[in-house]
């Protein structure tokens, strides 16, 4: 009587234990749908996270030019699709920037969120930002690419740029960030937000070419 009676409690436990476990899987997959949907940040889900672009914005009108990011704004080799960076094997997606409705900024995980500020240069691509969530997959602020090393961006038109690293650091998240830029070439600059730290890794790079894809 006492075995069979425990049985039963360890039944009950493990059904218990295997409801509440898929409870809260459910729970997170409502939450994280939530968040996609309607481009909110909530706590402990993490499908999006909030990012701070106040070093851009003090200098450069982000929410005029996303309203400005036509197809036209990315030259004549067509819309960044992935992105690998040095010694990594895998590429990120690139995709479109996602606000929370109250003038913040939002980015997806292993994700890069792009922002043309300026026009096209001889059919390239102008100055490009990319803002991203600091971490082991895309930048970290302990793992910076070098200078000299190269970058390759590939688009949906099967072109591929290519930019070689000038400079990489870690800035503040709070104050004024001014990219260089000469206004004639194309080029690159990758804000990856560290929210532990409130700094951002700051990557900028100017481009060497532009070369067809084999498919």
Same mark, same amino acid.
């Given at each position: ?16 234990? &295997? ?10 997959? %409502?939450?994280? $749908? ?5 481009? !909110?940040? *909530?706590?402990? /889900? ?7 672009? #106040? ?10 030019? %996303? ?7 990315? $030259? ?13 094997? *895998?590429?990120?997606?690139? #995709? ?9 900024? =939002?980015?997806?995980?292993? #994700?890069?969120?792009?922002? %043309?500020? !300026? ?21 970290? &602020? &302990? ?11 590939? +688009?949906? !038109? ?6 070689? %690293?000038?400079?990489? !650091?870690? /800035? ?12 004639? +070439? ?9 929210? +532990? ?5 700051? /990557?900028?790079?100017?481009? =060497?070419?532009?070369?067809?894809? #084999?498919?």
């Amino acid at each position: 009587m006492r075995k069979r009676t425990s049985k039963n409690y360890l039944f009950i436990i493990g059904r218990v234990v &295997t409801l509440t476990a898929c409870g809260l899987i459910s729970l997170f997959l %409502v939450l994280s $749908g939530y968040e996609s949907i309607f481009n !909110k940040d *909530l706590p402990l /889900v993490h499908t999006l996270d909030s990012v701070n672009l #106040t070093a851009l914005s003090k200098r450069y009108d982000l929410p005029k030019a %996303v309203a400005a990011q036509t197809p036209e704004m990315f $030259g004549n080799f067509g819309k960044p699709q992935t992105l690998k960076l040095p010694e990594r094997a *895998l590429r990120l997606d690139i #995709t479109a920037p996602i606000t929370d409705g109250s003038g913040g900024w =939002l980015a997806r995980a292993n #994700t890069l969120h792009s922002i %043309v500020l !300026k026009e096209p240069r001889r059919g390239n691509i102008g100055l490009l930002v990319l803002y991203c969530r600091s971490s082991f997959r895309t930048i970290s &602020t &302990t793992a910076l690419p070098a200078a000299g090393e190269n970058i390759f961006m590939d +688009t949906d !038109k099967n072109w591929r740029y290519i930019y070689r %690293v000038s400079s990489s !650091k870690v /800035v503040p998240a709070y104050e004024q960030y001014v990219v260089s830029d000469n206004g004639q +070439t194309g080029r690159i600059v990758i804000f990856c937000y560290d929210a +532990t730290s409130n700094v951002d890794a700051v /990557v900028e790079a100017t481009i =060497l070419s532009v070369q067809g894809v #084999t498919q």
